[in-house]
């Protein structure tokens, strides 16, 4: 009920500031056990998939949290999944700011951030101390110093790292704001690099004692044909689920002044391109495969469309920025 005053409190002040300012409230509400009181009457309507027990259907999108820094706080706010990162081996500034832009007659943002996060070393020992009952994922990426032909290594890296306090991986191939990384996506790279990191996660379970799902993001921008060889990749291969959609590149109409502002659309104007995305992968992966659904979900209504194209799960971002956290309870609901 208070979010429309926050939010207008919120919106005068930068994106990246209004955020950190969010996520250290956040940190503080849940710290001081109000948060859980705000989110009491939250019935969990608990989900299996990829051997991962989910108290509930939504989860909060990578990018979010980018450091780890938020996740108990979160998974108060009644998240049943909390996606981590990008996180890259070593850490890295990002784009120059501004670089997170509004575009509130859309209900949406454009961002090109190029993974800025303290690294793969400074976020394990807090993914390590959550104390949630949420699942958490890592999604992992690379360095934007790191030539494309050693990518893998950056993310067998990440992979080794967070592995041992991570519930599952992502691995990112679609930011559009960290040069060539779409390239990945082509299955001439992504069929070696997917290899390599299933044979290092075989090496990594017997330590682990547990299984440990690896899941591919993708973006909303492929071709059909692009699309269908990755969903026939993923079924060769045995990868353990797919999220989609990341942000897009195209810009539809009526999205204002801001519009041709470099970076990925989110919110939401790409609600309609991740629905697409979602029910293509779902007729081409078949029943039983597991998919992420995420991109402009913003109120129960599009969350059931998102379920209804496939998705076993979905995840929010943008939508949280103009509806605030009680998306995530009615998203829940709705879903239950
Ligand atoms: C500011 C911002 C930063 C993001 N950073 C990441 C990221 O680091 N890694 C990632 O996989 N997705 C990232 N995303 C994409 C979201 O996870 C999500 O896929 C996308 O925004 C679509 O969902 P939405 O319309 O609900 O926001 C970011 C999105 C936004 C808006």
Redesign the pocket.
């Known amino acids: 009920m208070l979010y429309p005053l926050v939010k207008n409190m919120l919106f005068t002040l930068d ?2 500031r209004a ?1 950190a300012l969010t996520l250290a409230s956040l940190q503080r509400l849940e710290q001081s056990g109000l948060l859980s009181l705000m989110c009491a009457g939250l019935q969990d309507a608990p989900v299996e998939l990829m051997g991962l027990q989910f108290r509930n259907r939504v989860g909060i ?4 949290d ?1 450091n780890a820094v938020c996740i108990d706080a979160l998974s108060a706010l009644g998240a049943g999944h909390v ?1 981590i ?2 996180v890259t081996p070593r850490p890295q500034q990002g784009n120059a700011k501004p670089r ?1 832009f509004r575009l509130p007659e859309a209900q ?4 090109r ?1 190029g ?1 800025p ?1 303290e690294g793969m070393d400074a976020i394990l020992p807090r993914l390590s101390a959550r104390r949630c009952r949420a699942v958490c994922g890592a ?1 992992i ?1 690379k360095n934007a110093t790191t030539p494309l032909e050693q990518a893998t290594q950056d993310y067998l890296s990440c992979l080794r790292v967070l592995a041992p306090h991570a519930d599952y991986i ?1 691995i ?1 191939v ?2 559009p ?1 960290t040069l060539g990384l779409r390239n990945l996506q082509a299955t001439d790279y992504l069929k070696p690099m997917l290899l390599a990191l299933l044979e290092e996660r075989a090496r990594l379970l017997p330590q682990l004692g547990r299984g440990l799902p690896l899941l591919v ?1 993708i973006a ?1 921008d492929l071709s059909d044909d692009d699309l269908n060889s990755m969903a026939d990749l993923f079924l060769e291969l045995s990868i353990d689920g797919v ?1 989609a ?3 897009t590149l195209s810009r539809p109409e009526g999205l204002g002044p801001l519009s041709q502002q470099a970076g ?5 104007p ?2 309609s391109l ?1 629905l697409a995305t979602v029910h293509k992968l779902r007729q081409r992966l078949g029943s039983g495969f597991p998919i992420i659904g ?5 109120s129960a209504a599009e969350a059931l469309a998102m379920r209804q194209a496939g998705a076993d799960l979905v ?7 103009y509806r605030g956290p009680g998306l995530i309870k009615e998203v829940a609901a709705a879903l239950r």
């Not at 949406?108 to 961002?111: F, S, Y």
Request: charged fraction near 10%; aromatic fraction near 4%; hydrophobic fraction near 35%.
């Open positions: 994106p990246e955020h999108a990578a990018g979010l980018k996606e990162g990008t997170v949406a943002l454009i961002n951030m993974f996060n999604n990426g992502t990112n679609s930011s704001n993001k909303p999220i959609t990341n942000t990925g659309l989110s919110g939401r790409i609600h991740s995420v991109g402009g979900i913003s995840q929010v971002y943008t939508g949280l920025i």
